[in-house]
């Protein structure tokens, strides 16, 4: 008796009675050689301080994992259990809002038209930098509330409507100060050139200059960003001056990504797979070359991923989908996310892309889920901590009032989340899902 004792796994938080254990494992497959979701029927999860200490059959839980003085056991009663979402795209900090700028895009001016006319992500740069750091931490800490409502536990959120070196760290100070004492991990990224401000409206290489010389080591020695990040479009940055930005971000210690090929092909898929970037975002104008490198390992590192945004398509009305279909058949990796931003996506429900990654971009529902995941977790370069179910990761584990993970995206516009663990903590109780 003491021998199988000794043997027991010792948790202090184990959930049961699950239909369906969705662990989302890194490269798992199907019999036919799909990515699958790695389902566990009948499944139980187990935790201790905070990480995940067993994934398996409830049947065998009762027989190898025993719950220690003061835990926590909870029944699933027949619900999906699966890894806390990840949302790999975002923009939290900024202020105001651009309804008015979307009746415009109603009536027919394009995107690129209304930011030509001074709107856009101008207009939101200066109601951001009249703001107070109070009111931009009570803004961002609402949005982190909200995102975890919708069972999202790590999010990465860009700067980028500050423009200036005092704009853009304050903005990742904020980040900081709110994530210190919020339960959803926040990866900051630095996206100083995210548009040219109108102080520098006929000196871009100027703006580029104090961008390399300036913000970048200065986010870097406050230790305020992990990624460096771009947005190569016409309006915006030319792959030149996108490859100085994330070239001088890589020579500081910040991680390359990279805004690309979203409103028309410029290559930048292709040079920022060539410095070995951690994901391309966007990609709905992806030109074959872009695709194949999204396959190339550069300098030994893994090829990038790609994070697909299909709620600023859906909400911009221009152009098609990126095709998502295309680059899962040739072996790229595909991320979705929110793109939570004032302008082209002001939505925070994760959970739609995964609808419209399997309605407009004829992904599978597996594909979807992991996408929303072990892929956002991997464009994140975070896939060793989070976004599967898997002994050793954090405990960041959502319960949906679902019975089947074929529901997530069925079941469109809807929150189906029940309960959030994050850390094996419980953050979230929700006994009418459904609701925002």
């Not at 049961?16 to 990515?35: F, H, M, Y």
């Not at 409103?263 to 970037?277: F, I, K, W």
């Amino acid at each position: 008796m003491e021998e199988s004792r000794a043997a027991w796994v010792e948790a202090d938080l184990i959930i049961k009675g699950a239909s369906e254990v969705l662990t989302c494992a890194p490269g798992s497959r199907d019999s036919g050689g799909r990515l699958a979701v790695g389902p566990i029927a009948d499944g139980a999860v187990a935790a201790r301080d905070g990480k995940i200490v067993w994934v398996g059959t409830e049947a065998a839980m009762m027989e190898e994992v025993r719950l220690a003085r003061g835990g926590e056991m909870l029944d699933a009663d027949g619900r999906v259990v699966m890894p806390g979402l990840v949302d790999c795209h975002t923009h939290l900090a900024w202020a105001g809002d651009r309804a008015d700028e979307f009746q415009l895009r109603v009536a027919g001016t394009t995107y690129r038209q209304v930011q030509e006319a001074g709107g856009g992500i101008a207009s939101t740069v200066h109601a951001t930098r009249t703001a107070s750091d109070e009111v931009l931490r009570a803004l961002v800490r609402k949005r982190l509330d909200r995102f975890l409502r919708y069972g999202v536990t790590t999010v990465e959120a860009k700067s980028g409507y500050g423009l200036s070196l005092d704009e853009e760290l304050r903005h990742l100070e904020v980040y900081r100060e709110v994530a210190f004492a919020h339960a959803v991990d926040v990866v900051p990224t630095l996206l100083a050139a995210h548009v040219v401000p109108v102080e520098y409206s006929d000196r871009a290489d100027d703006y580029v200059k104090l961008i390399v010389k300036k913000m970048i080591p200065a986010a870097a020695k406050r230790k305020l960003a992990h990624f460096c990040d771009a947005f190569c479009e016409r309006g915006a940055f030319t792959v030149d001056q996108c490859r100085l930005v994330l070239e001088a971000g890589l020579e500081n210690g910040l991680l390359p990504k990279l805004h690309a090929d979203q409103l028309s092909y410029m290559g930048g898929t292709e040079m920022a797979a060539q410095l070995g970037a951690v994901s391309v975002d966007h990609l709905d104008h992806v030109a074959d070359a872009g695709i194949a490198a999204l396959t190339t390992v550069a300098g030994g590192k893994r090829a990038p991923v790609a994070v697909l945004l299909p709620g600023a398509t859906f909400f911009l009305g221009e152009g098609s989908y990126a095709p998502a279909r295309k680059m899962l058949d040739a072996g790229v990796r595909v991320a979705l996310s929110t793109d939570f931003n004032p302008g082209s996506s002001p939505t925070q429900n994760l959970w739609l892309m995964a609808t419209m990654g399997c309605s407009q971009l004829r992904m599978t529902s597996e594909e979807v889920i992991r996408a929303i995941t072990i892929e956002a977790a991997a464009a994140l370069a975070m896939d060793d901590e989070i976004g599967s179910l898997e002994v050793g990761k954090k405990a960041d584990i959502l319960i949906l009032d679902y019975s089947r993970g074929a529901e997530v995206p069925y079941r469109y516009g809807m929150n189906p989340v029940w309960r959030v663990y994050k850390d094996g903590k419980r953050v979230v109780k929700r006994d009418s899902p459904g609701e925002g």
